[in-house]
């Protein structure tokens, strides 16, 4: 009998936690950015070229597909303050996707710097997102960001030498900053003392 109940808490518990999952194929705008962001599919972003040509995404990334299933592959950071940079080859990028001007970036610049790095590197100069208008910030659906992350792995082999350098960074300042916020690190005013 209590084996049972044990059973039926752990479905009614499933099913809880599963009813508060968001769809991972959603546009959803973030809760927190300060700032105008472009809440949209990653297949739906057009682009400049630095030729003037408006180009699909489709056509900046070959092969691209959103990922699929339940475990998706997130951007190396969500965000990152200008003091938390300590890579010289990032250094130059805060500033240049800083859309709302607030001395860090955030998911939605961090994706836009993400995706227009990842551009560059494999050969396609793009100006910006978005044909009008520029956009410096977007919130696309989880499975668009895993399916952008998996496309830049995959390409990684044919990116310029200064790409893959680029890309090497954001994956260590990425692991940098977990260790940083998650695993213990010791406020002390405004520094950190990981021991």
Same mark, same amino acid.
């Given at each position: 009998?209590?084996?049972?109940?044990?059973?039926?808490?752990?479905?009614?518990?499933?099913?809880?936690v599963?009813?508060?999952?968001?769809?991972?194929?959603?546009?959803?705008?973030?809760?927190?950015?300060?700032?105008?962001v472009?809440?949209? %599919? /990653?297949?739906?972003? !057009?682009?400049?070229?630095?030729?003037? *040509?408006?180009?699909?995404? #489709?056509?900046?990334? @070959?092969?691209?597909?959103?990922?699929?299933?339940?475990?998706?592959?997130?951007?190396?950071?969500?965000?990152v303050?200008?003091?938390?940079?300590?890579?010289?080859?990032?250094?130059?990028?805060?500033?240049?996707?800083?859309?709302?001007?607030?001395? %860090? /970036?955030?998911?939605? !610049?961090?994706?836009?710097?993400?995706? *227009?790095?990842?551009?560059? #590197?494999?050969?396609? @100069?793009?100006?910006h997102?978005?044909t009008?208008?520029?956009i410096?910030?977007?919130?696309?659906?989880?499975?668009?960001?895993?399916?952008?992350?998996?496309?830049?792995?995959?390409?990684?082999?044919?990116?310029?030498?200064?790409?893959?350098?680029?890309?090497?960074?954001?994956?260590?300042?990425?692991?940098?900053?977990?260790l940083?916020?998650?695993?213990?690190?010791v406020?002390?005013?405004?520094?950190?003392?990981?021991?």
């Amino acid at each position: 009998m209590n084996a049972t109940r044990a059973l039926l808490a752990l479905a009614a518990g499933t099913v809880l936690v599963l009813a508060g999952c968001t769809s991972s194929t959603q546009p959803v705008p973030p809760c927190c950015y300060q700032g105008t962001v472009t809440t949209t %599919r /990653l297949a739906a972003l !057009e682009a400049v070229a630095s030729d003037g *040509r408006r180009l699909r995404f #489709a056509d900046i990334f @070959p092969g691209y597909v959103p990922q699929e299933g339940l475990v998706l592959r997130p951007l190396p950071f969500n965000e990152v303050q200008q003091q938390e940079i300590i890579y010289a080859s990032l250094e130059p990028l805060l500033p240049l996707y800083d859309a709302n001007g607030d001395g %860090r /970036l955030e998911k939605p !610049e961090v994706l836009v710097m993400y995706a *227009r790095e990842a551009a560059l #590197a494999t050969g396609t @100069p793009i100006k910006h997102f978005g044909t009008d208008t520029p956009i410096w910030a977007v919130s696309a659906p989880t499975a668009d960001v895993g399916g952008l992350v998996g496309w830049v792995q995959a390409q990684r082999g044919v990116m310029t030498e200064a790409g893959q350098a680029l890309f090497s960074d954001l994956d260590l300042l990425g692991q940098d900053l977990k260790l940083l916020h998650n695993e213990g690190g010791v406020d002390r005013g405004g520094f950190y003392d990981i021991r």
